[in-house]
């Protein structure tokens, strides 16, 4: 386990080239002016709409959690690192944040957030083209929505990376202990055996009802019977995977050292 633990995380480290630095710090910047330019265009509606704009706001935090969610289960699920692309870009590092849960603290502001900056130039330059001004009441919510989920799909890896600290900002460690960001106990749930829930990592608010409503699972039904692929396969061998498939009580494999997080 530890050998291949050390390739992976050697890996990963040799995937961080300087050329993936600049592609991260251009992206910042391009994304910082996007949404200057996005709140310039919507600063009118705000000030016209206040409640509109707050509304909008909450729920693009919201969808912001369920963004998270999905795209964490879905690497964490389906694929392989060696997919191209995709696999080195987003499965890699779910899959080892699972081997080295502290190596997301050692990360700075660039490389924590470069990616995420990266996904949200497109939607960000998009809203900012169609948001004119107070009168168009859809228009202006749909911009202000947009704002605000990827502002947080931007925080999500900070709040993530906060969640992970032993000992975070004193102001950190507040908004986590009132559950306003992702909690520490909370998301370590996630990280817990047999790991097949608590993906959301924003606030961690859908967690709970995700979980009641099998939505997960569901996903993970309607996908293996269109694809035949079976769930986690990749990640932690085909028996485990089958066991934990399904209805199976999560509990009934929770003992098993399936996976290496
Ligand atoms: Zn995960
Ligand atoms: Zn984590």
Known sequence: MSVIQQRDMS?????????VRRFEIASIVIYTAVMVWLGWKLWPGVMQRPWLALTAFMLGYIAA????????WAADTWGTPEWPVIGKALIRPFREHHVDQKEITRHDFIETNGNNCFISIGPGVMAALLTQGPALTFNFFAGAFTFSLILWVLMTNQFHKWSHMDEPPPVIDFLQRW???LPRDHHQIHHTAPYVSHYSITVGWLNEPLLKMRFYPMMERLVSAITGLVPR????GKKAALLLIDD???ESVAG??????
């Open 11 to 19: 890996a990963l480290r040799e995937g961080y080239s300087p050329a």
């Open 65 to 72: 959690d369920f963004v998270s969610g999905f795209v964490h």
């Open 179 to 181: 559950h306003l960001i």
């Open 233 to 236: 396969e990749d990640d932690i």
């Open 248 to 250: 199976k009580a999560p």
């Open 256 to 261: 098993e050292p399936a996976k290496s997080k």
